[in-house]
């Protein structure tokens, strides 16, 4: 996903937030991970807005995509410049609404903005993981965050919301802890990835790979491979936005020039702003949990794991009630594979709603300010709220 | 959901959700902004769901509460399993719709009973103004001229008696209503329905 942070046109914030950090699988216990690896200890970092209500019925665990983190909302700092990644979502009297909610966000394990991954330092060798890091799955990312709503002592989430590779969470932990969860909005995402989706992951994996300081992944104390992963953002880039919208952004359009000079610089406007995109990330971002994050991702196909096969059998399990959001200009996971996990829920039964929102933004659109989408999810966390009776609307 | 109160139904709606017997699964296709639906859930206590393609109504049924699918209503039928429903209303749309034996077909698959209302072609207006102008007939049920008119199966209360016989369907219960202007209120009509009746209204079953 992109940066769209920005400061809130409503102008409401939830205010000052805090990192935390939880500490688990201390030795002997280790976490187990799907690829029958283990690792320990773990951390997780995470932040909470909102005020948790006595029958802790009221719990909305916010699930971040690709490259975001647990800094959902709100300012660490008064003079800090840029709120968290789903501000204009996130705060009193918006879609997720604090003052009614108790909203938790986690980084996911793998990454790299303070939860245990590959830059994290290994405590049998004493220096970064790197690539001896064990393979990540989405369902480990989900028992990572298990764990922590375990600590916080919640045994039922009124809804899960996510978009992207955060929507794959959300439809893991659906799958898996059934009994737990009330509701999900799976936003702008998929239940497998597509050949199209893996395929651009590999190219900007390769990218980081192909890089000379990336050195198998043992980078740390040299060079880093910011050329690789600037170039494997580009590609993500492009995936993230639509044909639509980069012809209504960019266009043809020059960059700081009137003709055109027949040089390699960044002549064309969509040139410039995929490289400014590249050098931004390689400042926030590790290269190495890029690589991870994306297989996970690659991996992640919940009729094959769940259903042998059948996606109706993967969520014959599931007794959530669902809102599904796909974007008409997205084409890094399209509404037809909505459309697929919808007529799933369908045939089991399930409470399900969907609605393809027009968007020309493409994958990104769930990022970006929409009254529809803001109206959608308030609607719908009501409706859960009624329903369940668990929080006084 | 308190704050949200059910705005008053309209005639033929009302006249509907009598029908609808407390706690039952009612598909509603065709849901507009589900005033139906939310009207049966909170009245009623039914467990709803709708079928409207317009994104703008979509939208606005969710923000009520109501569970919506976005989509075809003869695409999104298929889905579901046989008798999933003990109701399908389908409101003022039949006709709109290409293929209506199909449609009755696939209500009647998924639901055991259907509802289904249309404005009445063979109203007495109706019938005047193309006897009298030679021109197609435009009347407040059916507003629009014959070039933009998304109405393309009009049809009578005789016409919808009849075709229960071709299609193998049984009429279970009907309401012949004529409306005033606002449609809130209205009345029942027994004398010539077929003639005096603005909408036609029919609880079908299996036969």
């Known amino acids: ?393 | 959901m308190c704050p949200l109160i059910p705005d008053p139904l309209r005639y033929d709606l009302k006249i509907i959700a009598s029908w609808i017997a407390p706690e039952s699964k009612v598909l509603g296709l065709g849901c507009g902004e589900g005033d139906l639906l939310f009207w049966l859930k909170k009245e009623k206590n039914v467990q709803e769901r709708g079928i409207e393609i317009e994104e703008s109504k979509v939208i606005k049924c969710i923000e009520k509460g109501i569970s919506v699918l976005q989509g075809d209503i003869n695409e999104e039928m298929e889905d579901y399993p046989d008798n999933a429903f003990d109701y399908a209303i389908c409101s003022q749309t039949l006709q709109q719709v290409y293929q209506p034996s199909k449609l009755i077909h696939s209500m009647m698959r998924v639901a055991k009973m259907g509802v289904v209302s249309f404005p009445n072609f063979g109203h007495i207006k109706v019938r005047m103004q193309l006897a009298f102008t030679g021109c197609a007939p435009v009347t407040r049920e059916l507003p629009y001229s014959w070039h933009n008119t998304p109405n393309i199966r009009v049809l009578s209360l005789n016409d919808f008696e009849r075709f229960s016989d071709q299609v193998g369907f049984k009429i279970l219960k009907k309401a012949a209503i004529k409306t005033k202007t606002t449609n809130r209120q209205g009345k029942m009509v027994n004398f010539l329905p077929n003639l005096f009746a603005t909408y036609g209204i029919f609880l079908i079953g299996k036969e």
């Open chain 1, 1 to 393: 996903m992109s940066e769209y942070i920005g400061q809130n046109p409503k102008g409401v914030s939830v205010g000052i937030v805090e990192k935390q950090f939880f500490n688990f699988a201390m030795p002997p216990d280790r976490l187990k991970l799907e690829s029958l690896a283990s690792i320990g200890p773990v951390t997780i970092a995470y932040e909470t807005c909102g005020t948790l209500n006595l029958e802790k019925s009221n719990v909305i665990l916010v699930l971040h995509a690709l490259s975001g983190d647990s800094h959902m909302a709100g300012y660490y700092d008064p003079k800090d410049t840029k709120p968290g990644w789903w501000d204009i979502m996130v705060g009193p009297g918006k879609g997720i609404d604090t003052d009614k909610y108790f909203v938790i966000c986690s980084n996911i394990i793998g990454s790299c903005a303070g939860s245990t991954g590959p830059s994290s330092i290994n405590p049998e060798t004493g220096t970064e993981y790197g690539t001896t890091f064990p393979h990540i799955t989405i369902g480990d990312m989900v028992e990572a965050q298990k764990a922590l709503i375990d600590h916080l002592n919640i045994n039922s989430i009124l809804s899960l919301i996510g978009g992207s590779v955060g929507g794959m969470q959300a439809l893991e932990w659906c799958v898996r802890y059934p009994d737990m969860i009330q509701s999900a909005i799976p936003l702008a995402t998929t239940t497998r990835h597509s050949a199209l989706a893996i395929a651009f992951n590999e190219v900007a994996r390769q990218a980081i790979m192909a890089d000379p300081n990336w050195n198998e992944g043992h980078y740390y104390s040299g060079k880093r491979p910011d050329m690789g992963l600037a170039i494997a953002r580009m590609i993500g880039h492009i995936t993230y936005l639509s044909d639509e919208s980069m012809r209504l952004k960019f266009g043809r359009k020059l960059q700081n020039r009137a003709a055109l000079s027949f040089e390699f610089g960044a002549e064309f406007q969509v040139e410039s702003y995929l490289q400014h995109q590249g050098n931004k990330f390689i400042e926030r971002f590790d290269a190495n949990s890029f690589l991870y994050i994306t297989k996970a991702a690659d991996y992640f196909d919940l009729a094959a794991q769940y259903g042998s096969g059948s996606l109706v059998k993967a969520f014959s399990k599931c007794r959530s009630k669902f809102l599904v959001v796909s974007y008409t200009s997205d084409w890094l996971y399209p509404t037809y594979q909505s459309k697929e996990m919808v007529k799933a829920m369908k045939k089991n039964g399930l409470d399900v709603s969907f609605c393809e929102i027009d968007a020309q933004w493409g994958h990104d659109a769930f990022l970006l300010p929409s009254d529809r989408l803001d109206n959608l999810i308030t609607g719908f966390l009501r409706s859960v709220s009624f329903d369940t009776g668990s929080v006084k609307i």
